[in-house]
């Protein structure tokens, strides 16, 4: 939960999932950059065709990227990107009892490649990490989607920065995917996660007054984009901002 900075993107002319044809297309050679921040990636879906096997591959490079990790990534680790993708997963379902036909089955392809890839950009930066994601995104995915669609993806990573900016309905359900805990039972439990990743990390200490703060402030100028996550959690949400005021009445109490 950090401001970004964005950075401009080089462009491609493939076409259409152009290297992932059927019975004859291939994808890329295993990308590797230098050790120092640098990425790895081998897929196990090289000979097959299709979405299921560019979102396949964009599970695996973040599988093996984000995985790698140090655990000091409490909070930007394998587990809430797994998170975001299943979130998204929950929403688009959702949104789709009320209008069946307001997300394409592509639409939910690139929607989804672009929550696996969302916080690859830990791997190299912490500020600035969404920027970073989309160059990953570009590099692996040039070659076998269009520049359009490659534009979609890196046009959803972004949109998660905070605050976030989403301006269409792939954009609004990854958003509220990131931000899905904030409704939830687990939300202590993320809280604390970012609290030790920015101590770890970053090397910031917060007293808990400051801590319960800072998530005050946060909880509240948060608004999630779907009507499925506003029906979803926003009492949840409001709950855990009350339980939040109430911490902070305690400490002030003493």
């Known amino acids: 939960m950090q401001p970004q900075a964005q950075e401009k993107m080089n462009t491609s002319t493939a076409g259409p999932l152009a290297a992932v044809r059927s019975n004859e297309g291939s994808a890329p050679e295993a990308m590797r950059e230098t050790p120092k921040g640098g990425y790895v990636f081998e897929s196990h879906y090289k000979n097959n065709s299709g979405m299921e096997a560019v979102l396949g591959m964009a599970e695996d490079f973040a599988k093996q990227n984000i995985g790698s990790l140090s655990p000091n990534f409490a909070y930007h680790c394998l587990e809430h990107t797994k998170q975001v993708v ?3 997963r929950i929403i688009a379902d959702g949104v789709r009892l009320s209008h ?44 076998m989607l269009s ?15 905070i605050p976030q900016s989403a301006m269409d309905l792939i954009e609004h359900i990854v958003c509220d995917a990131d931000l899905f805990y904030l409704g939830g039972d687990q939300f202590s439990l993320w809280s ?3 609290r030790d990743e920015h101590r770890a990390i970053l090397g910031r200490e917060y007293t808990d007054l400051e801590w319960i703060n800072i998530n005050i402030d946060f909880v509240k100028s948060h608004t999630y984009f779907t009507e499925f996550a506003k029906a979803r959690n926003d009492a949840g949400r409001d709950e855990n901002l009350r339980k939040l005021e109430a911490m902070k009445d305690t400490l002030l109490a003493k």
């Open 147 to 161: 520049d359009d669609d490659i534009q979609r993806i890196e046009q959803v990573i972004m949109s998660t920065q």
């Open 192 to 194: 604390n996660r970012l």
């Open 86 to 88: 299943e979130n998204a």
């Open 100 to 143: 069946p036909d307001a997300l394409s089955q592509y639409d939910e392809f690139l929607m989804l490649v672009a929550a696996w890839f969302h916080d690859i950009g830990f791997m190299t930066v912490y500020f600035g990490h969404e920027a970073e994601g989309c160059r990953a995104a570009r590099k692996l995915l040039t070659g």
